[in-house]
Every structure is written in structure tokens, then in C-alpha cells.
């Protein structure tokens, strides 16, 4: 278990998740991935961070539409 930190510590924390996150973006699901980058949108120490967060926030919520037709899809095949 983690010990408590200093409310001042909270957001240099939560940067460190959000860039684990996008470190390792094959292993997490696009709600994680988004909240990630919203927060390094936000939150991010360079301008090159920020701007790679919104594109790959661009990337992730272009490509959401295509993966709903496929359920879509698999679900009229199913019937």
C-alpha cells in the first residue's frame, strides 16, 4: 500500500499516471487512455505534451464511431 501523500504532491501524481498511461497505451481501454490525456491537456509541462495529448485524444474519439458500427454490425450478423 502507498503511503498517504501531501496534497501538494497530488498533481505531480497525477501526471505521473497519466503519462504511464500513454507510455503503455496498447494495455488500457480508450475511457482510461482519454482521461489521460485530458489531464496532460490540461495539466502538461510542455507545450509538445500537451499538443501530442490532443492528438492522440483526436485519434481515440475518431476512431470510437468505427468501433460502435462493428458492434453494430456483429449484432445484426447475430440475429
Partial sequence: ???PTHRADWPADRLAEARAVIADVA???DH???LACNVLV???E???ERK???VLL???DARRPIRQAQRDDNREVGQ
Avoid: E, S
Fill in 1 to 3: 500500500m502507498r503511503a
Fill in 42 to 44: 490540461t495539466h502538461g
Fill in 27 to 29: 494495455h488500457h481501454g
Fill in 58 to 60: 483526436f485519434v481515440i
Fill in 52 to 54: 501530442d495529448a490532443r
Fill in 32 to 34: 482510461l487512455i482519454r
Fill in 46 to 48: 510542455t507545450a509538445t
